[in-house]
């Protein structure tokens, strides 16, 4: 289901039994049963996720997603080939790649149907990845070296995503909405549980995640990331995590 969670990385949940309890103002109670409704929603289904972000994202809002090392462009895995459809900005791909490139080679090696998952994207902060792409009919050779990436989605994104989403399989196994609590300053924290099955492999696993809402005065959420136990999830998954 997890296309609903916005993750980085992984940190301790005790951040969120420290934050004020007991002085919330009305306002505060709004916003928390706002976050614990929006967190439900996303677990709940495509529907619910939609309607939510629609009703009550404001219009100049921020997602944060993933953070991770790479090149920071994204490809349509039901099309042939694999064609660059997104960039995200500042990202190592910024500087190389333009939306319509096509891959043909990847580390000197060319890319097929069969092997075009596990081409050489991967590795350490700074390496360079060689590779060749057909722009305007034309093959081009390009560097690009890896790098942080940051995915910052605005509201309009996030429902392009959220349309794009299989409805069938979004929906969590199961989730509980265990805590939440509100900071000096007025954000809110949403402690869930939830377990979600793997449509690939069929696995089923099991994740904490703790959601972090900011709100503008009219009660619209104006900022939303989680923080979430990715880890533990992939080793669930029979994953190992190595150097």
Known sequence: MNKFK???VLAS???VA???????????????????AWVEAGYTGKTEAIEMVTKNMAEDAEVLGDRYVGMGFIWNPD?????VTYIIPESPASKALEVGDSFVEVGGVRLTSENRN???????????VSA????D??????SVARGAVRQVSTKIQVLEN???????????????????STTEDGVVWVLSWSKFTEVASGLTSNAYTATRFEFNDAGQVTWVANLSEDRFVLEQQGYSITR
Not at 79 to 83: Q, V
């Open 6 to 8: 916005i993750t980085f």
């Open 13 to 15: 949940f005790i951040f």
């Open 18 to 36: 420290g934050c004020s309890e007991g002085t919330s103002t009305n306002s505060n109670k709004s916003n928390e049963d706002l976050a614990m």
């Open 79 to 83: 099309e042939s080939g694999m064609t």
């Open 118 to 128: 596990s081409l050489g994207f991967r590795g350490k902060p700074g390496e360079e």
């Open 132 to 135: 060749v792409v057909l722009r």
């Open 137 to 142: 009919g034309a093959e081009v050779a390009i």
């Open 162 to 180: 959220f349309a794009e989403g299989d409805a069938e399989n979004w929906a969590a196994d199961e989730f509980e909405v265990m805590e939440v």
